[in-house]
């Protein structure tokens, strides 16, 4: 058997945490002896233990505590980012790692955070450890695209969504976007917000639609421990709204609101507006979102919006939606950017994913890098 | 265990005659005693015998001539196509089904050739012999869209094929299209060319391509036995072609070609040309290709053959290449068919499989019902 089973397994429970564990990466941790897991363990939520803690603790339960400081000493540690060296809501993990005698820690990747970014590795080296950095390496970053994307790009982690027919139509030329795609699609569009911070649509789309921007699924649902309630994403407008009326189910509830725009803009409890004087103020808003805890955005549309977000190649994932209709020459186009001079100078995207609800297809592509 | 694993295996045996039984269904057949298999067969070729003969032979070839006789006499038969009851290339198979004292035939469907269309299953049970009809229907239909198309609209299987951007374009405004799909999309679609007995372009393209039109897969490629050469497709233009020195790939080798067009048209050895006086001759002229022995075509193009095919609602099934570039807002769509007024009037096709090709996509849908 190789050794990067044990990885897959870190990163395997490392997925546990999608949910619950932003502004934190997700990290799960393997502790082996003798060919043997011995313990393991996951960063379940932001604030409680690191992934490393929970191993450790995962082998005292399984083995007392007596018998698992036996173990412990000279056992092999695989996890997919860097012990951290910092004490942010926890005692750095770099201490727990020494104190129990682990004698070789295996990381994916080092942490990308500029505070920590080998200084956890280094920590261990002194203390006498070995370590090893890079197993499963692309695999560990893409565990962690959010937590990457947050540290080096200095922004939240930016999803577009659309939904489209299969000739690339958003909605007819009267503006009718409903029932593109069906309901299964629609259902699963939840699932992804549930993966963001924020929901971000364009003040059109605001003024027309008057969505909720909420996400309506429950713990059950989610995979989540009974009663966990995730918090709503923050509902984000790109443009100022003028008329609160027709957005009205944007502000129900006291739900929180960030606008950003040129300009003065809404005041009302609840809302936050971020006033920007440039014309394009697309990625200064986002590190804006970012200084607010925002890591990560869904861009729900419409056109404009999307355009503006793909025109500054300000996007990290792309999920589409392709319904089986051919919707014709007369419908508007999802995709409004300018076209590139030759095929070869269009940046391609890489597929990460497919999957289908009954007809519809869903595309998960990656854009860019990480570095 | 279920009995429709049986029909599951005839759909099974059946495809793999795929390339080779046109303008005749594919066929599967096997016969059973106490439950278990003691024989089966496939048509593996237009003018070889059919599935049933194929499946008493295999029983013969097991158990010796003596013992099969033996077997064969009270057996059930499953078939995924009604068995025919006339003389073809060969003599009907109702007459060996009889023969042998199977006492029981299970078929998936009945013949849609309307000299059959039950009248096999009539033979069957004025010979005392119990039957069956529908056993996993819709699969058998399935298996057999070329030839139900073929006997219920008297026109060719048309498939359509496309290579698009994931925003719906086929080509930069300059007409440059090469490069769109990656090379591994290209070389998928010989296998969509060995599936067919045709290749349909428009006179655009065949003008500005200077297109082969040629399968170019060999036997190892295909899944053939060793040796076997697939006749190439016919090549088939839509509209008439005045310059024949910038098609001249089409010509080469003497390769068949058919063109309808209206007015008169051009003379070459192997050019075979349909004159047509009506404006939308498109459906007359599909039913000539049939007549002429074409049961199957794809479409490859340009965009106005594509909706051309579309707009008469002329085709089967939609194949979908679809890359991971943004072709943006100045690029020619692929689709260029007239808008429906709601969205819920767009017709739905239905997505049949869904296949990946590193980041490109490619999707095939089926459109319309075979009634």
Redesign the interface.
Known sequence: MKESRFMLRAIELARKGELTTQPNPMVGCVIVKNNTIIGEGWHQSYGGHHAEVEAIKSCKKRFGAKQALKLLQGSDLYVNLEPCSITNNTPPCVDAVIRYGIKRVVCGTLDPNPRINGAGITLLKKAGIKTAIGMLKKECEALNRIFFINQKKARPYIILKAA??????IA??DG?????SNSLSRQDTHLLRARVKGILVGKNTALSDNPNLTMRLDYKQLGLKKNTALPQPIKIILGNLTDVKSTKNLFAKNAKVIIGSRGAGLQKRNVEHIQYLRKNFLEEFMQDLLKRGVTSILVEGGQETMNAF?SNNLFDE?V?Y??????????L????????????D??????QK?E?F????K?T?FAGTLN
């Open positions: 489209q027919s299969l000739d690339g139509k007819l030329r009718a976007s409903s029932w593109i793909i792309l589409l392709t319904a089986p209709i051919i919707l014709g020459k007369n419908s186009s999802g995709f409004n950017s300018e076209s590139p001079i030759k095929i070869k269009a940046s391609a995207l890489k597929l497919v289908t009954n007809s519809d297809i595309a592509y």
